[in-house]
C-alpha cells in the first residue's frame, strides 16, 4: 500500500482531511451565516429568542463530540464515524432546505423541520467533529509531535477557507435585501449550498482515505478499535477507554446534582417572562452542558493511571475553563454583531456596494486564510530559537486581543446614539483583532489536546475540548441576548407613534393597543440586564466582553507557569 509520508514537512493525509474539513466547514458557516436571520425573519421570532437558540444551538453542536469521541474510542473507530456525520449533517441541511420553503404556508411544520434539522446537524457535527482533529494528531509518530502546532495551523486555515468561501457564496444568494426589507424566501437557497458542500466533502474522505489517511508505514488510521495499530501508544499504557462502574455512577449523580444548581441559577438570573424554544434552550439544554461537561471531568480524571497522566488531563481542563470565555466573547459573530451590522452599521464598501449584513462576518475567514501560514511560521521560528511561549501563554495572548476588539467597538459605538451608523470599517478592525486570537487559542488549544491526552482518552478529550466551546457557546447566547434595543428598534416604535426611550426609561406607559403592537413588532419595554448590571446601550454591551476576557486573560497568564510544570516536558 502507498504510504501517506512524502518528502514534504507533512504527509498526504492532512491534505486529504484538510479538504474534507474545508467542505464540511463550508456548509455549517454557510448556514450559520444566515442561521439567525432566517429565525428572525422567516421564523418570526424575536433577537432575543434568536440569539438564545443560535447559542443553545451552537453549544450542542459542540457537546455531541463528547459522544461521538466516546463511540469512535470504543466502538466504530474514526473513519465510520467522519462518515455517518457527514452523511447526518447533509441531511439535517435537507431538511433546513425544506423548512425555508414552507414558512409561509405552514409556519408551525416549517418550525417543526426546523427543529428537526438543527437536531440531525447536532448529532452529524458530534460524531464528524472530534474523529477528524483526533485523525490529524494520528497522522504523525511520536518522534514527530512537534510540528502539531504547524500541522493543526494548516488544518485550522481549511476550516477558515471553508468558512470564506461559504460566508461570500451564501449571502449573495441567500441574504436578499429588497426596498430595505429582508427578503426571507431565498434564504433556502443558503441550506441548499450547504448541504451540498457536505456531501462533496463527505464523499473526498471515502474516496481517498484508504490511499492517504495512513501512518507513516501505510497503515490505516482511524478504523475499528480492536484493528488499530499500536503505533504511537506510550509503553504500558492501555488501548482502550475504561471506566469503574462505581465512579459511572458517581459521574451520573453528579451531573444531576449539578443539572438542577445550574438551572436554578440560570432561572433565578434571568427568569422565564414567556413559554417558547428560547426558554426551553435556557432552562434545559444550557443546564445540561454545564453540568455533563463537569460531571465528564470527574470520569475521565478518576481513570486516569498516575500522577503525570492525572496533570497533563488537568491541563486540558483548566485551559477549556478559560476559553469558555472567549467563545463566549467571538461567537457574537452569528447573533448580536450580525444584528448590528444589519440595524446600525453603515455597510457601504468599495463603489458604493452595499455588503449583506450576514457577509461581514466573511472578514474573519479572510484573515484566518492570510493568517495561519505566518502565524505557522512564526510558531516554528519562534520554537527554533527556544522562544517559543507554550501553549497556555498563546492561548493568554488570544484572550487579551478579543478583550481589546471589544474594547476599541465599544468607545467607538459609544457616541452613536438610536439613529448613528457604525462605520463597517470598525467591525471589519474587530474581526482581524479577533482573527489573531483565535490563531494564537483554537489551533494551539488542539494541538495541546494532541500532545497531553492519552491516546485511549485521545478522541475523547477532544470531545472534552469542544465542551469548553459548548459552554462558551452557551454563554454566548446567553449574552447575546442581552443586546440592547438598537436603530431600527427606535424606527420601529416611531412607526408605532411610540418614543422606545421614553418607554425603556419609563416615562411612558403603553396603552393595551401599543403593548399589543410592541409585541407584534418584537420591540423591547425594558432594559436588559446581567449579573446585576444594568445594560443601557452599545458601548455597556460590548464592556461586559471586555472585562471578561481580560480578567480570563490575566489569570491564564499568570498561571502558565504552573501548568507548564503539569505538562512534564511537552510544550
Given at each position: ?82 462518515m455517518l456525520g457527514g452523511s447526518l449533517m447533509a441531511i439535517g441541511q435537507l ?313 476599541i467597538i465599544a468607545y467607538n459605538v459609544k457616541d452613536l446614539g438610536n439613529n ?92 393595551p393597543e401599543q403593548a399589543k403592537a410592541f409585541s407584534t413588532a418584537q420591540l ?48
Open positions: 500500500m502507498e504510504t501517506a509520508q512524502t518528502n514534504s514537512k507533512h504527509p498526504k493525509g492532512l491534505w486529504v482531511l484538510f479538504s474534507t474539513e474545508m467542505w464540511e466547514r463550508f456548509n455549517f458557516y454557510g448556514m450559520r451565516a444566515i442561521l439567525s436571520l432566517f429565525m428572525v425573519h422567516a421564523l418570526m421570532l424575536g433577537e432575543s429568542d434568536a440569539s438564545i437558540i443560535y447559542g443553545g444551538f451552537l453549544a450542542l453542536c459542540y457537546l455531541t463530540p463528547l459522544l461521538g469521541g466516546f463511540i469512535s474510542d470504543r466502538f466504530l473507530g474514526n473513519r465510520y464515524c467522519i431538511l433546513l432546505f425544506y423548512s425555508a420553503t414552507t414558512f409561509d404556508s405552514n409556519l408551525d411544520f416549517s418550525k417543526s423541520l426546523f427543529w428537526l434539522g438543527l437536531l440531525v446537524i447536532i448529532f452529524g457535527n458530534g460524531f464528524f467533529k472530534p474523529n477528524i482533529s483526533s485523525m490529524v494528531g494520528s497522522l504523525y509518530p511520536p518522534s514527530e509531535k512537534t510540528k502539531l502546532d504547524s500541522a493543526f495551523t494548516i488544518f485550522y486555515m481549511g476550516i477558515n477557507i471553508g468558512a470564506l468561501l461559504s460566508q461570500y457564496i451564501v449571502p449573495i444568494v441567500a441574504d436578499v435585501v429588497v426596498d430595505g426589507k429582508q427578503d426571507p424566501f431565498v434564504f433556502k437557497w443558503g441550506y441548499l449550498l450547504a448541504g451540498g458542500a457536505m456531501i462533496l466533502g463527505t464523499l473526498i474522505f471515502f474516496i481517498l482515505k484508504d490511499k492517504y489517511v495512513v501512518n507513516p508505514e501505510g497503515l490505516p488510521i482511524g478504523g475499528l478499535p480492536k484493528n488499530n495499530s499500536k503505533e504511537g501508544f506510550a509503553d504500558g499504557e492501555s488501548q482502550t477507554a475504561k471506566f469503574a462502574g462505581k465512579n459511572i455512577g458517581i459521574a451520573v449523580v453528579l451531573f444531576i446534582l449539578l443539572f438542577f444548581v445550574f438551572r436554578y441559577l440560570l432561572v433565578s438570573e434571568f427568569g422565564f417572562s414567556s413559554v417558547g424554544m428560547g426558554q426551553l434552550v435556557k432552562g434545559i439544554i444550557y443546564p445540561f452542558i454545564y453540568s455533563a461537561g463537569v460531571a465528564l471531568a470527574f470520569l475521565i480524571m478518576s481513570s486516569a493511571e498516575n500522577k503525570i497522566e492525572r496533570q497533563r488531563i488537568w491541563v486540558i481542563y483548566i485551559v477549556s475553563f478559560f476559553i469558555i470565555f472567549f467563545w463566549a466573547a467571538f461567537e457574537q459573530a452569528g447573533s448580536s454583531l450580525t444584528f448590528i451590522a444589519s440595524n446600525q452599521t453603515d455597510r457601504t464598501f468599495l463603489f458604493g456596494w452595499q455588503m449583506p449584513a450576514s457577509m461581514v462576518q466573511i472578514f474573519n475567514g479572510l484573515f484566518v486564510v492570510i493568517l495561519a501560514v505566518p502565524f505557522s511560521i512564526l510558531w516554528d521560528k519562534l520554537r527554533a530559537k527556544g522562544k517559543e511561549p507554550i501553549s497556555p501563554f498563546k492561548q493568554a495572548i488570544g484572550l487579551a486581543l478579543i478583550a481589546l476588539s471589544y474594547f448613528g451608523l457604525l462605520a463597517i470599517k470598525w467591525l471589519v478592525l474587530l474581526y482581524f483583532i479577533q482573527t489573531c486570537g483565535e490563531l494564537c487559542l483554537s489551533p494551539i488549544g488542539l494541538s495541546l489536546v494532541g500532545k497531553l491526552a492519552p491516546r485511549r482518552f485521545a478522541s475523547l478529550l477532544y470531545g472534552v475540548f469542544f465542551i469548553a466551546n459548548a459552554a462558551g457557546y452557551a454563554l454566548a447566547g446567553t449574552l447575546g441576548a442581552i443586546i440592547p434595543a438598537t436603530g431600527d428598534k427606535f424606527t420601529k416604535a416611531k412607526e408605532i407613534g411610540v418614543n422606545l426611550q421614553d418607554v425603556l426609561d419609563k416615562k411612558t406607559t403603553l396603552n423591547p419595554t425594558e432594559y436588559t440586564s446581567f449579573a446585576g448590571v444594568t445594560i443601557h446601550n452599545l458601548f455597556e454591551f460590548f464592556m461586559v466582553f471586555v472585562v471578561l476576557c481580560g480578567i480570563a486573560a490575566i489569570l491564564l497568564a499568570v498561571i502558565s507557569p504552573v501548568l507548564k510544570k503539569m505538562m512534564h516536558g511537552i510544550r
